[in-house]
């Protein structure tokens, strides 16, 4: 009987060290979320420096550190289950094992250094979430100062706006005076006449019938033109953009020259008349060739009358 009483205290006593291993574990796992929120902390110090990787990589972390509470919580669960297990069986054998009770109280013992490192843990916690808040403090104060410095952009494009339209009424002046000048020398020459805000040369005027090399008369009239460009681009300021278009047009009626098409002949007399206009001492920064073939009409019918309107030069003075 005295045997049978020892053999069943010494299996008592072999249950306990698994106990023991579990709260060994039970530590190692708080020890280790305890590293882990140390390392969080860590990044979340380091990752403050970048606004938008820096919230995209705290929001992955407080995802893992979350899922690390959930593992930890169903530790937690599952040890305390086997801990109740314990008090059971603990209950069941105190009847026959008072030796048990030194033991049992180790094991409380160990239980409030366990539930000491847990306040611990929730302390740690706490501090995350102080620094998350902080976080989130300088995020807002960022989100101000990226929209303050929207405003400045909005401000600064509206002084743009402001500024090229000054730089487009002071062209318009330049533009006006332009006109003026050519419309008191050419206004007795037959052909040339002004429509909206171009300066426009019948075809005959300047160029033979199905040519692109300006004729006589054509070459003093572009002279007289590069004369008076001259004289008020002298006054044009540097900062104010403009540009003097150069821009051909021919009629509907088919071509019978040595153009493939009325796209070249135009194009090859406003390129002509730009040449001379270099060779007059022109900027060619400030001129541009363009040609239209028969696509820009101004008159649509199909008289003679009508396609000699439409074979023209004209001449626009623009900003780029």
Not at 97 to 106: D, V
Not at 226 to 235: D, F, G, I, S
């Amino acid at each position: 009987m005295a045997r049978r009483s020892r053999r069943s205290i010494r299996s008592e006593l072999n249950a306990w060290p698994g106990y023991v291993d579990a709260l060994s574990t039970l530590l190692m796992v708080i020890i280790f979320v305890l590293l882990v929120f140390v390392l969080g902390q860590a990044f979340l110090s380091v990752t403050l420096n970048k606004r938008q990787q820096a919230l995209d990589q705290l929001e992955h972390e407080v995802a893992r550190l979350a899922q690390m509470l959930s593992l930890e919580h169903s530790h937690t669960t599952a040890l305390q289950t086997e801990i109740a297990t314990l008090h059971k069986e603990h209950e069941a054998d105190v009847s026959t094992a008072t030796s048990l009770t030194a033991q049992l109280n180790q094991q409380t013992s160990e239980r409030d250094t366990a539930q000491s490192h847990a306040s611990a843990l929730d302390t740690q916690l706490a501090q995350l979430n102080a620094q998350l808040s902080a976080v989130s403090a300088a995020l807002e104060v960022s989100e101000q100062t990226v929209q303050e410095r929207d405003h400045k952009i909005d401000n600064l494009g509206m002084q743009l706006n402001v500024a090229l339209a000054r730089k487009v009424e002071q062209l318009q002046q330049y533009r006006s005076e332009f006109f003026g000048r050519l419309r008191s020398v050419m206004q007795d020459h037959k052909g040339v006449q002004i429509v909206g805000d171009r300066f426009v040369f019948q075809s005959e005027v300047l160029f033979p019938v199905g040519s692109a090399d300006l004729s006589s008369e054509g070459v003093e009239q572009i002279k007289i033109l590069a004369k008076t460009l001259r004289q008020v681009a002298a006054q044009i300021p540097p900062d104010v953009p403009w540009i003097l278009r150069v821009d051909g047009h021919a009629d509907r009626l088919p071509i019978h020259t040595a153009f493939p098409s009325n796209w070249e002949l135009s194009s090859e007399r406003a390129i002509t008349v730009v040449k001379l206009l270099i060779a007059e001492g022109i900027n060619p920064h400030h001129l541009a060739a363009t040609g239209f073939s028969d696509y820009q009409p101004l008159d649509n019918g199909t008289t003679a009358e009508a396609y000699a309107r439409n074979r023209r030069i004209e001449f626009r003075l623009t900003d780029r």
